[in-house]
Structure formats: C-alpha cells, structure tokens
Antibody, heavy 115, light 107 residues
Framework: QVQLVESGGGVVQPGRSLRLSCAAS????????MHWVRQAPGKGLEWVAV????????YYEDSVKGRFTISRDNSKNTLYLQMNSLRPEDTAVYYC????????WGQGTLVTVSS | DIQMTQSPSSLSASVGDRVTITCRAS??????LGWYQQKPGKAPKRLIY???SLQSGVPSRFSGSGSGTEFTLTISSLQPEDFATYYC?????????FGQGTKLEIK
C-alpha cells in the first residue's frame, strides 16, 4: 500500500534552517509530481510547493519563494523541503502529498520556529 | 494568484440534515477543483476531484458540482462521522490555493 512518511520537523530558531524529508513507498515514486502542504496551528491548509516527476519543474507559494527549496531523489524514493531563513509564521504541520492515482498524504511533521 | 472564497466559515447542523458548502474562485478554474475533509489531528482526505467526481471509497451522500468560478459540496444526509472541517482546493494554476475552510459542527 502507498505510504508517505515525513520526518525532520522540530523546534528551530528564527533565521535558521531545517530540511524535511518524505519517504515514499507502494507506488512508482519517479512517475509522479509531489507537493508540500502546511497547516499552522488552528489554521487552514496552505499549499507550499510542487515538484514534477523528474525534478525539472518547481513552483512555490509566494511567501516561501527564495527561502524554501523543494527537491527529490528518485533513487531513494524521497522528497525534500529545504527551509532556510525560517520565520515564526512558518510554524506549521508540513504534509507531503502525491499526484499518484488516488489520494495520498503523509501523517505530517511539526515545525516550530521560535526563539 | 487565484483566491478561493469559501462559505460559510462555520455551520451548525443535525444528523440527517442536508448541507451545502460553496467555493468561489476569483477567476475561472475550469473544473480543476477538489473538496477535502479534515478531522482534528489527521491529514486531509479528498472527497471530490474534478469538481464532481466522487473519490473511490467515499460515501455517495457526498456530491460536488460547479465549473468555472462557482462550486458546491453537498452532503445529502449528515452522519455523525461527517462533523469535520471541509476545504476546497483549486489546482488549475500555480500557486494552488485552498479555501479558508468550513467547520461543520453538531447542532
């Protein structure tokens, strides 16, 4: 069965960096685009970024452009989100989700940006 | 960027009620719209894709309609497990955008 497992969340100070990972299994990872979606505590869902199946095309939500980088390693079936210059407003649960047929989400990883 | 305006932001209803949630897009998104259900502490779950197609495994009491700029999610007869928060998502153009959410509560 399809599984997406995020990791790498934690508490980080403003201005610092963090890298999230999303390990995929149960489908042909290299054939599908992948997304990151986040949800601040008590708030709604916010789309963050997408990467094409081969990693050549990427799009970002405006508030993370220039600070976050989405990438993937198809040999490791893993999606990444490099988050630099973190701000308190980046505090959220970060989910990875796949464009594979069906509806697949990870369980989320919490990022807390606080001094 | 396309703005998605979802209404109402909250809704109180009873088991067996019929409820409708609306999303309006600031510009046309064709039928590139999905509806999601989220329960506390859980990842979202897609109910509807392509504005009106029922996701596999989702009960038939859920239905979606609309195209262009106006969309609706209807639950024909509320069940206890349907009390949750619902979001629309446009995936017509980047950046993708969600509606603000509708919290459906028990009356």
């Amino acid at each position: 069965q399809v599984q997406l497992v995020e990791s790498g969340g934690g508490v980080v100070q403003p201005g610092r960096s963090l890298r999230l990972s999303c390990a995929a299994s149960g489908f042909t990872f290299s054939s599908f685009g992948m997304h990151w979606v986040r949800q601040a505590p008590g708030k709604g869902l916010e789309w963050v970024a997408v990467i094409s199946y081969d990693g050549t095309t990427k799009y970002y939500e405006d508030s993370v452009k220039g600070r976050f980088t989405i990438s993937r390693d198809n040999s490791k079936n893993t999606l990444y989100l490099q988050m630099n210059s973190l701000r308190p407003e980046d505090t959220a649960v970060y989910y990875c989700t796949s464009e594979a047929d069906g509806d697949y989400w990870g369980q989320g990883t919490l990022v807390t940006v606080s001094s | 960027d396309i703005q998605m305006t979802q209404s109402p932001s909250s809704l109180s209803a009873s088991v067996g009620d019929r409820v409708t949630i609306t999303c309006r897009a600031s510009q046309g998104v064709r039928n590139d719209l999905g509806w999601y259900q989220q329960k506390p502490g859980k990842a979202p779950k897609r109910l509807i894709y392509g504005a009106s197609s029922l996701q596999s495994g989702v009960p038939s009491r859920f239905s979606g309609s609309g195209s262009g700029t106006e969309f609706t999610l209807t639950i024909s007869s509320l069940q206890p497990e349907d009390f949750a928060t619902y979001y629309c998502l446009q995936h017509s153009s980047y950046p993708y955008t969600f509606g603000q959410g509708t919290k459906l509560e028990i009356k």
